[in-house]
């Protein structure tokens, strides 16, 4: 019987893997451990199918170390996420057991287990199985070998399984069971559905359809339905759970089993299966996956001497930030568009801060595509999404953030998109009521935001929804500047001032003064605010900015601030730094502030609403400020083992903001310009469209001695802003620092 080891080997031969393909650097399990929750199975970018082992139905992604059990592999799954679990459909379980076909579950414990791009390999102890996976975008495919002298050689396949399993029916952010089927067809094939409800964003139900290939023939079936097993090749949908148990031949020591995964149909499924690995061995799959990333990750290229755990963190975080949102185009059951479809939005809120620029950056064709289709979305469903899964809209944590997404894509020059139709959405986030599904999408709390110019405290969220809404509408000033919609646009640049309607300036805190804080609707601030809601009385307590009141005493979604404080959000303002500089009281008090903010633990690492804040010392004229907090942001937060994401990585969101930062750079969403600060390697190369090459370089590169730019060249010539245009990175050229032990006043100036 072949060892893990081997079967590696195997595996990796096979690929042809040259010596320092930078996919080689990609490590899956850096943030699989600790807060990072990220997906370790195999994907192609953006891919629909992403096949993993379910570790009991509790943790988003499926996966938990050893020596946590293992229910099987499922084919969908999320990657990075907080939150109720979502997907986890169409569970396999290989068995070599005597009770084989008399039971319904076959669990197992790993006794190891391999993880790299593209596979992923596990040794089951008690049935003595080694289970190889890799995938194509819509269909995965398995290798399991049997041991030779067990007479019994099985799969179990569980068409109603599913992660976030709560037995409260309804109960909030979990999955609910919907229904399913399953047909055994022929000696050689199973298909059938799952169909399940909630999840995360307490969606309408989605279902999975699945047609699976066995290379072996079953030699013995039976079918399942809840707890009872019969002899019927099928069980069809009554509500409930169902599944297969196949015996192949006691000679078929390996079997491989291909899977088609589609949201239309079994047969789409079936189709799906044949064009993508039919005819295929598991080796060519793998290979055919790894050259896609390949030609991906190639977008940035490092200098030869970077050091591999900088490479790992490097190649591992572009990685991240590309296997979602997932690409559904042609498989969308709700309208059959020809234009592009995406899902999995899980959430924007988190990613178009980071994770969507660098997406714009080095993939434009594919945000092209993204924003495309938030604009199908918005025209057959009414409104764009802020959060989507399973072909839903939910949840909007804050503002309605596809507007910013849209803006960046505006400003940095994508083209291939209808901006007429682009404003039409972003109004209608910003005019029309929701009406009783404001946690779905929309704005919620929008009449009293547009009535007075802020939302009161007991609306859930209200004070970073209204900081959101700010930047939300600022983003609908751009476009809507770029069309001549002056008066649409003088309207929203307005409104993207009501962040000052928050603004209790004659606070203060921890020597800071001016922060954002709870207002009631008749205007007064609230020095104190009740436990709870509800029109009872209620004990109140002191609010002040490091209040968090959830989940001790209220639900984490009816806090005053989602996911943060107020010392985190009264910095949040990056549509309008200078007016938050002149509102904390000018440079000087601000660059304290800002010292405060870190230095005395408000600084949140593992979150996103403080990702911009280390940049913000650039206004102050200071860049050098933002390298030293950026390099020591980094090197105790991060790193390239599996508790290297300091946060959820939400799609790839802490990802993204390691990746900008490493290469020097930073965006400020929304905005066409990035922030340039000392990088963390000695040169990264972005490889463009049409050709095009754009290096940023270090002179006297050392990180310990030289942490600060000195002076600054671009293409030869003297430069001095801290700031550079996406335009400029787009026609190519060198972006020369010059590194030094101290400070020289390099960058004052931004634009």
């Known amino acids: 019987m072949k060892t893990l080891f081997t079967i590696l080997l195997a595996t990796v031969g096979c690929t042809s893997l040259a010596a320092g393909r930078l996919t080689d650097y990609v490590d899956p399990r850096i943030g699989s451990e600790g807060l990072g929750r990220v997906f370790i199975g195999p994907s192609h970018p953006y891919g629909m199918v992403k096949p993993s082992p379910d570790c009991t139905p509790s943790p988003n992604s499926g996966w938990l170390p050893m020596p946590e059990r293992v229910d099987g592999f499922s084919q969908v799954h999320v990657s990075g996420t907080g939150g109720g679990p979502k997907y986890g459909n169409i569970l396999i379980m290989p068995f070599a057991t005597p009770d084989g076909m008399t039971r319904t579950t076959h669990y197992d414990r790993r006794r190891d287990e391999t993880v790299s791009l ?132 006691s000679t078929a020591d390996t079997v491989t089993v291909k899977i088609g995964i589609s949201f239309l149909s079994e047969l789409k499924a079936r189709q799906n299966c044949i064009d993508q690995v039919a005819g295929k061995s598991f080796e060519r799959v793998h290979a055919e996956l790894l050259d896609e990333w390949e030609k991906l990750l190639g977008r940035v290229t490092l200098d030869p001497a970077t050091p591999p755990e900088q490479r790992r963190m490097f190649y591992t975080a572009l990685y991240h930030t590309m296997i979602m949102p997932v690409d559904r185009t042609g498989e969308c059951p709700l309208w059959n568009d020809p234009t592009p479809y995406y899902d999995d939005y899980y959430a924007i809120w988190d990613t178009y801060r980071s994770s969507m620029p660098l997406v714009t950056l080095l993939d434009p064709d594919r945000q092209r595509d993204i924003v ?86 007991g609306t859930p969220r209200a004070g970073n929804r209204t900081v959101e809404y700010s930047l939300c509408d600022y983003a609908i000033a751009v476009v809507a500047d770029s069309l001549g919609r002056d008066d649409v646009r003088d309207r929203y640049m307005k409104q993207s001032g009501n962040w000052r309607n928050l603004w209790r300036a004659d606070y ?81 008090a601000m660059e304290s502030r800002l010292d405060t903010f870190f230095d005395h633990g408000h600084f ?114 003297p430069y001095d802003l801290s700031t550079i245009r996406h335009r400029t990175i787009l026609d190519g050229g060198t972006l020369e620092l010059t590194m030094g032990p101290r400070p020289t006043g390099w960058g004052k100036q931004m634009f």
């Open 118 to 249: 593209g596979y992923y390999a596990t040794h089951l102890d008690e049935s003595d199985i080694n289970v190889e996976i890799t995938t194509a975008p819509r269909a995965s495919v398995y290798r399991i070998d049997y041991p030779a002298e067990r007479e019994i050689k099985g799969l179990a396949i569980d068409a109603g399984f599913f992660l976030g399993y709560e037995p409260i029916p309804d109960a909030r952010e979990a999955q609910q069971l919907v229904g399913s089927q399953i047909e055994i067809d022929g000696d050689h094939a199973v298909k059938g559905y799952s169909r399940v409800r909630g999840g995360w964003n307490d969606g309408r139900a989605y279902t999975v359809y699945f047609y699976a290939t066995t290379s072996e023939p079953f030699v013995e079936t039976a079918t399942w339905r809840e707890e009872s097993i019969g002899s019927d090749r099928y069980c069809v949908d009554m509500g409930d759970r169902t599944g297969a148990l196949l015996r192949f031949p």
């Open 604 to 717: 949140n690492v593992n979150n996103e609403p403080s990702f911009l804040t280390p940049c913000l010392y650039h206004w102050l004229g200071k860049p050098h400020i933002t390298s030293r907090r950026v390099a020591n942001i980094v090197a105790a937060n991060y790193n390239d083992t599996p508790a290297g994401l300091p946060g959820n990585d939400d799609s790839g969101a802490m990802s993204s903001w390691l990746a900008f930062h490493m290469t020097g750079l930073y965006p400020n969403a929304g905005h066409d310009y990035y922030l340039i600060h000392s990088p963390l390697v000695k040169s990264a190369t972005f490889n463009l469209d049409g050709g095009k090459q754009f290096t940023i370089k270090a002179v006297n590169f050392n990180p310990d001695k030289n942490p600060y730019i000195v002076s600054a060249r671009l293409n030869g010539k």
């Open 508 to 588: 203060e805190h921890d020597g800071a003064r001016g922060f954002i804080m709870p207002r009631d609707r008749r205007g007064e601030w609230l020095d104190s605010i009740p436990f709870g809601h509800g029109p009872e009385p209620r004990p109140r307590f002191v609010y002040t900015p490091v209040t968090f009141e959830g989940p001790w005493y209220t639900p984490w979604w009816s806090m005053f601030f989602y996911e943060a404080s107020s010392w985190e959000y009264s910095l949040s303002i990056p549509h309008d730094v200078p007016g938050l500089i002149e509102a904390c009281g000018g440079p000087e």
């Open 372 to 457: 495309n289709s938030l604009l199908t979305i918005y025209r057959r469903d009414g409104f764009m999404p802020d959060a989507r899964s399973g072909n839903a809209n939910g949840r909007t944590q804050g503002g309605s953030n596809a507007e910013v997404v849209l803006a960046d894509a505006l400003v940095k020059g994508l083209n291939g998109i209808d901006w007429n139709l682009a404003l039409e959405a972003m109004l209608k986030d910003a005019e029309t009521a929701p009406g009783g599904k404001e946690e779905a999408e929309g704005r919620g709390g929008l009449r009293d935001y547009i009535e007075l110019g802020y939302i009161p405290h």
